[in-house]
């Protein structure tokens, strides 16, 4: 086995297990998984972030709107009534306007942000330091973790729009956001060593 320190720049991201036996190309793209696994897990803990405070996301088309506007233009919610949160929910504005501002009980926010928590030691930088492996399997458990608060706190799930949603579902759409330039496509991904890419067609040993 060899185990890789993986770096972006000069900044530890995680270690990786492999072996010699492996071809670059296939090592690439595991790492590169891995790699945009761990910035999934962390757009949806930053989602999920807003979601204990402020509840669901609106409509597209009620986003950014003052009440007047919304007064004004007649627009109506209608995920807000399927969509609660288990528990009853508490009013909490969000200024922003991008969502609801019906947000769970404190027991169900309690729910969510410790998943959090839990969802992002297990992919965390930290463990380069406790000398930990990140594998692909990692990755999948923290996704499911937050799943399963999602369903805990929404028995019902989430509107189609909610990015939560569609990140778990593999529609988000990154487009023109600073996410979408964070994301390394794997016709993208090059490993180097020593100041050296390596080559796709070789094998690491």
Request: net charge negative; aromatic share 4%.
């Amino acid at each position: 086995m060899v185990q890789l320190h993986v770096k972006h720049g000069d900044e530890s991201q995680f270690l990786f297990d492999t072996t010699v036996d492996i071809s670059v190309e296939e090592l690439t793209k595991q790492v590169a998984r891995i790699y945009n696994g761990r910035l999934k897990v962390d757009r949806i803990c930053s989602e999920m972030e807003e979601l204990a405070e402020h509840g669901i996301t609106l409509p597209p088309n009620m986003q950014g709107l003052t009440d007047e506007q919304i007064e004004e233009l007649k627009l109506r919610d209608e995920w807000s009534d399927k969509y609660v949160p288990s528990g009853g929910m508490e009013f909490k504005k969000d200024e922003l306007g991008r969502r609801n501002g019906h947000a769970p009980n404190e027991k169900m926010k309690h729910v969510i942000k410790k998943t959090i928590e839990e969802a992002k030691a297990l992919i965390s930088k930290k463990q380069v330091q406790a000398n930990i492996c990140i594998n692909a399997k990692m990755v999948k458990e923290a996704l499911d973790q937050l799943r399963g608060a999602v369903m805990i706190v929404y028995p019902m799930g989430l509107p189609p729009h909610d990015p939560i949603k569609q990140e778990f579902e593999e529609k988000e759409d990154l487009s023109g956001t600073h996410a979408a330039l964070q994301v390394i496509e794997d016709s993208d991904a090059q490993l180097w060593w020593a100041g050296k890419e390596l080559q796709q067609t070789k094998k690491t040993g």
